[in-house]
């Protein structure tokens, strides 16, 4: 009873912190951790010994293997140097050079114990990197570094501990040590390619939801409890079935399996990484006692942890900067991958927060370890400190550099341009199936919607929301109007009892389908009004030697005021300036005028939007 009453207190406070969070404008890591230690100290809060097997185990796999999911397979090879100089090379720099700091300031404790200190807070935090990170808007190429790093870092970190801890019963060689490191690189790659395959192909045998969804979330321990048994790398699996997982997971067949295992793993993925904060800050108590009978004496033992986080604080851009620099000597690097500013390395040193499982893997500390009790109160430290100083202070170094996330303007644009090819293509593969036994009117309304789906995508181009409403968002407010009547219809019929409960199930589940995908496309961020120019794109003559007319005041589309009909958005052709309404338009006065005119070029004259668009080649620039 007790058991299952925290779960749901752990739950609770899980989901006000964030829904808190979201409203006051406050990182959600950083106040569940903040609810934590203020709950550890509740006189009714029991003592909370965090079991290092139930994070290890339980709750690391599935959180990597999330991560994982919706990390890009193609930015991770892209930006594979930095990631590996990172996730390998500044874990080992940081576990030698912790522990040559730990040993330093406290003698008493064993060089291969400070070193296993070390390895546990070397790597930053899978969740905590990455949450913040978003959150702040950083360009993607750091996201996609401290993501990846942050995937790939444990798996380095644990092997690191492994060879300190064996060194603490016995004696170690840096032979053993480093055999170990390629069977757990070796073995866990292995391991990881074998569970993709496998669980690819039960993904293509298997119809049903349910079976499909149970599969995917079994698919973490899949590849981590194989690859620990051999003793390689279980983390490294997990991280490379996921990301292969994540890249198939589009061209698998059954969508509604697609559209479950993302629904799943988004839940999963809030519970987990929520309640790993808030079992951080609930540590603080329990750990602060262990340390009040030690006989390195209080004074010493925190003046000791203050230097070893001020170590790990510094330590991370003492290797960045190289790490970023140094291998743009070789000509061929600095081609390929030219150096970026100086304050891209500069967040990257700062973004280093540590979390849960660096206080999971402290406390595999062996038990009789003179002085452990300290061990893990540094660890504590660490992660407090670099979750306090940097986490709460990443946004401001972040505008204070000036450096700029994805511009909303242009996301918006690259969708657009991508809905238009993917609407072409699905339209010239109907006209490849069509027959002439198809009626006319089905391949009409194929056609339609297709096209309309790929013409919302640009109205969300055009102007800000205070005006009228696109025809697309007019038909999201109706339709959702219409499916609550229906709604309410067929749930008063239910208290009638005329019919079965499975149809009436049934059709609602319909209804809520539909109304699922109109909420999602009225929620889409409407970035109409924040301004921004689109990267101009090359190949295209036309756009290239395209005039650039100035743009009239106050104007407006004359064949729709001729036609009586509305206008969405206005274009205006490079060629001869004609002002014409969009495709969104009823009249489609702007494609009408190239037909009858083949001018190729045109452009939008919307506020804050100057874009180009060729009729001729399909190009945007």
């Not at 594979?80 to 700091?101: E, K, Q």
């Not at 055999?179 to 790659?189: D, I, K, N, P, Q």
């Not at 006065?589 to 874009?611: K, Q, V, Y």
Request: proline share 7%; aromatic share 6%; net charge neutral.
């Amino acid at each position: 009873m007790e058991v299952a009453l925290g779960l749901v207190v752990l739950v609770a406070v899980v989901c006000a912190g964030s829904a808190l969070g979201r409203k006051i404008n406050v990182s959600v890591p950083l106040l569940l951790v903040l609810a934590g230690v203020a709950g550890s100290f509740l006189p009714f809060v029991p003592p909370l010994e965090l079991n290092p097997e139930l994070v290890l185990v339980g709750l690391l796999p599935p959180l990597l293997y999330a991560a994982a999911l919706r990390t890009s397979l193609f930015d991770f090879r892209s930006n594979v140097r930095a990631i590996g100089l990172l996730s390998v090379g500044y874990v080992i720099f940081g576990t030698i050079a912790v522990g040559v700091v730990v040993h330093w300031l406290f003698p008493e404790i064993p060089l291969a114990a400070a070193i296993a200190l070390g390895a546990v807070v070397a790597p930053p935090d899978a969740v905590a990197a990455t949450a913040i990170a978003r959150k702040v808007g950083m360009p993607r190429r750091i996201v996609s570094i401290l993501e990846g790093e942050s995937l790939v870092n444990d798996a380095t970190a644990l092997v690191c501990l492994r060879g300190a801890i064996a060194a603490i019963s016995g004696t170690v060689s840096v032979a053993e040590i480093g055999g170990e490191f390629l069977l757990a690189a070796g073995g866990g790659l292995a391991v990881g390619l074998a569970a993709a395959y496998l669980l690819t192909q039960l993904r293509l045998r298997i119809r049903s939801v349910a079976i499909n969804t149970s599969t995917s979330l079994m698919a973490p321990f899949v590849a981590y409890l194989p690859a620990e048994e051999i003793h390689a790398s279980g983390v490294l699996a997990v991280v490379v079935t996921g990301l292969i997982m994540g890249t198939k997971a589009p061209s698998m067949p059954n969508g509604a399996a697609r559209l479950s295992q993302r629904s799943n793993w988004d839940t999963v993925q809030f519970l987990l990484e929520n309640s790993v904060f808030l079992l951080i800050g609930l540590q603080v108590r329990t750990i602060i006692d262990g340390v009040q009978d030690d006989p390195l004496g209080p004074g010493r033992i925190w003046a000791g942890c203050a230097v070893i986080l001020l170590a790990v604080l510094v330590l991370r851009p003492v290797w960045v900067f190289p790490a970023t620099y140094l291998p743009r000597l070789i000509p061929a690097v600095a081609r390929k991958d030219p150096a970026p500013p100086w304050q891209y390395p500069a967040i990257v040193s700062w973004a280093g927060m540590r979390g849960v499982v660096t206080l999971a893997a402290v406390l595999t500390l062996p038990k009789d370890l003179e002085h452990r009790s300290v061990l893990i109160l540094a660890a504590m430290v660490v992660v407090a400190g670099t979750l306090a100083a940097q986490g709460f202070t990443l946004p401001a170094l972040v505008r204070l550099l000036r450096v700029r996330g994805p511009d909303p303007r242009e996301d918006a644009l690259s969708k657009a341009a991508l809905m238009h090819l993917a609407t072409a293509a699905g339209v010239e593969r109907l006209h490849e199936l069509r027959t002439d036994n198809d009626p006319p009117e089905v391949v009409a309304m194929l056609k339609r919607r297709t096209q309309e789906r790929g013409l919302a995508a640009w109205e969300r181009l055009g102007r800000p929301t205070a005006e009228a409403a696109t025809p697309s968002q007019r038909y999201a407010q109706l339709r959702l109007a219409m499916l609550e009547a229906e709604r309410t219809r067929v749930l008063e019929l239910r208290r009638g009892g005329e019919y079965a409960h499975e149809v009436l199930s049934d059709v609602l589940e319909r209804l809520d389908v539909e109304e699922s995908m109109l909420d999602t496309a009225l929620d889409e961020a409407d970035v109409s009004g924040t301004g921004g120019t689109p990267r101009p794109g090359g190949g295209c003559e036309h756009l290239e030697s395209a005039p650039d007319p100035a743009v009239p005041r106050d104007a407006y589309c004359l064949a729709c005021v001729r036609d009586g009909t509305t206008t969405v958005h206005l274009r205006m052709c490079l060629e001869c300036g004609n002002v014409a309404c969009c495709d969104s338009s009823p009249g489609t006065h702007a494609s009408r005028h190239f037909e009858a005119t083949g001018h190729p070029a045109m452009r939008s004259i919307e506020p804050g939007e100057d874009w180009r668009w060729c009729y001729v080649d399909g190009l945007l620039g």
